[in-house]
């Protein structure tokens, strides 16, 4: 089987840093995505991680650890349009494998 | 503008109907997908195609078929042995030119079954 976890809901205040975590336990793992969904909306790729390591791409930044099943992402400079929710993905074995968690809500309060 | 559409926004539909969501790419992409999405799960997978004329069942895919047709066109039709069919639905593509094989997803159909 395959698990996908992440914290349901997170607070955080307009300016600041949050770190939103992910841990997964999966066989043939190839590849973690983040993505951002604002409520009733679409999904929009965020980042992808395959090698161990942080991937920094402006405000936001995602790290992998294989060896840990564990990937974060980090959101800095907060702003009120960042509140979404964000949703881990795992890759498995070939491109059509793709298992979602259930998402973090993010609230940023001013 | 490329994108993924997906009509209509919202849906609604009697019990024992059978409804098909349209969903459309000019993204010139050879993968599409469908996922369905119901609050507090994560996106589970209905259908996937990755050429013209070929698709195969997701972890979901009971109660629902689908067709390609045409490389631009991916439609999913709810059918009337879908025991819980109210969810919101959304189509996505990926391209195998893309090192990352991110999926774009369009803007969801959410239905409604009474």
């Known amino acids: 089987g395959q698990n996908i976890d992440q914290p349901t809901e997170m607070t955080a205040t307009e300016g600041a840093i949050v770190q939103i975590n992910c841990t997964y336990q999966?066989?043939?793992?190839?590849?973690l995505f983040w993505y951002q969904q604002h409520a009733g909306e679409a999904p929009t790729f965020l980042s992808y991680n395959v090698l161990d390591g942080l991937e920094e791409k402006g405000r936001f930044s995602s790290f992998l650890s294989r060896s840990k099943g564990y990937s974060y992402l980090l959101l800095k400079e907060l702003q009120m349009k960042d509140s979404a929710s964000y949703l881990c993905a795992v890759r498995r074995y070939n491109n059509n494998d793709m298992r979602f968690g259930a998402g973090t809500r993010l609230t940023v309060k001013p | 503008d490329g994108g993924i559409t997906q009509s209509p926004k919202y849906l609604f539909r009697k019990e024992g109907q059978n409804v098909t969501l349209s969903c459309e790419q000019n993204l010139n992409h050879d993968a599409m997908y469908w996922y369905r999405q119901d609050p507090g799960q994560g996106l589970r997978l209905i259908y996937y195609s990755q050429i013209v004329n070929d698709f195969q069942k997701g972890d979901i895919a009971e109660g629902y078929s689908v067709s390609r047709e045409k490389k631009e066109s991916f439609p999913l039709t709810v059918t009337s042995a879908q025991k819980n069919p109210t969810a919101f639905y959304l189509c996505a593509s990926s391209s195998g030119t893309s090192l990352s094989y991110e999926q774009y997803f369009g803007p969801g159909t959410r239905l409604t079954v009474t």
């Open positions: 999966t066989s043939g793992f190839n590849g």
